[in-house]
């Protein structure tokens, strides 16, 4: 179904049926796209013609942008309106992203049992387990039947983000376990709840990075993971949703670091902004592009006698550069998994040295053969295969230890490793290549 002709025509003939139509046969997060293309009189109109409701999904589904348009043509009761239907946690993410006058201003019209709830929430830090976490769960004692606990349910699954698991407490409030919906229903009816939970617990602490939630969600295929505090009281759960929205944007955010942009960045960024998260990592790689060169410059007698040395150095820069950037991409992927770490893994750094061997022998024999056909000196090949097995060494070697020792040093590993890995390549890459040309100058001229 062709979406954005029918949403502008719903909307500027004001014809609710399209709309409705539209609405029952299309994705929220689709419509939210679709929105992009039209004016904001015409954003405001579409709010308009749909249930409060259905536009609080949409809105909830937006990205940053786009929530920002949809919040400008409403004025504030209409936004309140909308958050009532919206889960805290939502509510939350958007009030993260707009000015703090408004922000003021929107939690001064909110009901006040509401207010005490997203507060707490906006009190964490946005890339914590407390930042994303929700306060709409079910939680019942340990105490209740399964008969008492269905009941509970039916009153307040309906409001409620996750209701497959339910999450068991002490009369502390103390988490003590979880159960699934599925094991409640095929339970007697007279089974207290603690007869029937599991007790073994994976939880996170409020404070705990998101990437970390993310990590053990996935590692032990949870549908959702309690937050809680030090007393181990539950404050909230996330669930999958969030974890895969983290997942995605802590992917994103390793890819756009490792090539010295930030996160906050994208192709409408201004060109003032632009400017300013980019050029500082410019002008580190500057420094170390002229350590490169000056490394180069020692040899430069050697490389006037044999020019041929010019034109081959890059094919060794060049191949130790993206062997080390292979084993750098896999280091950061086990670190972010939380599969490796420089204490107990160290051991693994003499298989990523022995590959380097092993690929720097294949691809020196091979490039060798073909100077040799091309140049015709047995010892300019001889010099790159050694300079090949001894550059894709020193790149296994540095692509595994620069990340595990910025990470041992609480550095962002995806944050400055590329930077790193490139100086180490290039400037030790160029001191065996032309170290070797030293050696047998004699033999080469």
């Excluded at 802590?250 to 930030?262: A, K």
């Excluded at 410019?282 to 000056?294: D, E, G, P, Q, Y």
Aim: charged residues 20%.
């Amino acid at each position: 179904m062709e979406i954005y002709p029918n949403l502008i025509n719903g909307v500027l003939n004001e014809d609710k049926d399209v709309i409705n139509e539209l609405m029952h046969l299309t994705y929220s997060v689709d419509i939210a796209t679709a929105l992009k293309g039209l004016k904001n009189e015409e954003i405001l109109k579409f709010y308009n013609l749909v249930e409060e409701k259905s536009m609080a999904d949409i809105l909830a589904k937006a990205d940053v942008v786009m929530q920002a348009r949809i919040l400008s043509v409403l004025d504030y009761s209409q936004i309140i309106g909308l958050f009532y239907y919206m889960s805290n946690d939502d509510v939350v993410d958007i009030l993260e992203n707009i000015s703090i006058g408004m922000r003021k201003k929107l939690l001064n019209l909110m009901k006040k049992e509401d207010t005490s709830l997203i507060e707490e929430l906006l009190g964490y830090d946005s890339d914590s387990a407390g930042g994303i976490m929700t306060t709409e769960y079910i939680a019942l004692s340990e105490e209740l039947t399964v008969a008492e606990a269905l009941n509970k349910i039916k009153d307040i699954g309906p409001k409620t983000e996750l209701i497959e698991t339910i999450f068991i407490v002490d009369k502390q409030k103390k988490l003590i376990g979880t159960v699934d919906l599925r094991n409640i229903l095929l339970a007697s009816s007279n089974q207290q709840l603690k007869s029937i939970m599991r007790k073994l617990l994976v939880y996170v602490y409020a404070g705990t990075d998101q990437e970390e939630v993310a990590r053990l969600v996935s590692k032990y295929d949870l549908k959702g993971i309690p937050v809680v505090n030090q007393n181990e009281i539950l404050l909230g759960i996330i669930t999958v949703d969030d974890i895969i929205d983290v997942m995605v944007e802590e992917h994103m955010e390793d890819i756009l670091r490792l090539g010295g942009v930030s996160e906050e960045e994208n192709i409408s960024t201004t060109l003032r902004t632009s400017v300013k998260k980019r050029l500082p990592w410019l002008l580190i790689n500057l420094i170390t592009v002229f350590l490169t060169a000056f490394t180069i410059g020692l040899f430069e007698d050697i490389i006037d006698q044999v020019v041929v040395l010019a034109v081959v150095m890059p094919i060794v820069l060049g191949m130790a550069g993206n062997a080390g950037t292979q084993t750098l991409s896999v280091v950061i992927r086990n670190i972010s998994l939380g599969e490796v770490n420089l204490r107990q893994n160290w051991r693994l750094v003499f298989k990523e040295i022995f590959l380097g061997g092993v690929n720097g022998a294949i691809t020196g024999i091979i490039t060798s053969v073909i100077l040799y056909i091309l140049y015709g000196n047995l010892y300019i090949s001889l010099i790159v295969f050694i300079s090949l097995v001894g550059s894709l060494v020193i790149a296994g070697l540095f692509g595994f230890l620069i990340p595990l020792v910025l990470k041992l040093m609480k550095a962002d590993p995806a944050l400055a490793s590329s930077i790193f890995l490139t100086t180490a390549t290039d400037v030790l890459g160029a001191l065996v290549f032309l170290g070797l040309a030293r050696l047998f100058l004699p033999l080469l001229i």
